[in-house]
């Protein structure tokens, strides 16, 4: 089993920043794509960054510029960090790791972390 664990979420202002951090332990033999989704209230889970292991990212047009993700390989643990956050970026954000296991394939999700930017 693979377990995530998020931390970093809160209420911050319009223009502020935030850094969210997500950390995988249990039975991990490789890890390859560590991302973030975001869902907001009446919308659908979207990607909103991922990094490969070779360390190629990919981000959503709405927070190209302003949000850099990041990892640590010997730590398991992918950041985020968000700049010049919009009262729009308010939603519960994810982390999500996909790698194997010595057995199989893995698909983790962490719990959810809330941010809430106020304008």
């Known amino acids: 089993q693979v377990q995530l664990v998020e931390s970093g979420g809160g209420l911050v202002q319009a223009g502020g920043s935030l850094r969210l951090s997500c950390a995988a332990s249990g039975s991990i033999f490789t890890i390859n794509t560590m991302g973030w989704y975001r869902q907001a209230p009446g919308n659908q889970r979207e990607l909103v960054a991922a990094?490969?292991?070779?360390?190629?990212?990919n981000y959503a047009d709405s927070v190209k510029g302003r949000f850099t993700i990041s990892r640590d390989n010997a730590k398991n643990t992918v950041y985020l960090q968000m700049n010049s956050l919009k009262p729009e970026d308010t939603a519960v954000y994810y982390c999500?790791?996909?790698?194997?296991?010595?057995?199989?394939?893995?698909?983790?999700w962490g719990q959810g972390t809330l941010v809430t930017v106020s304008s």
């Open positions: 990094i490969l292991s070779g360390g190629s990212t």
């Open positions: 999500n790791v996909r790698g194997t296991t010595i057995y199989k394939p893995f698909n983790a």
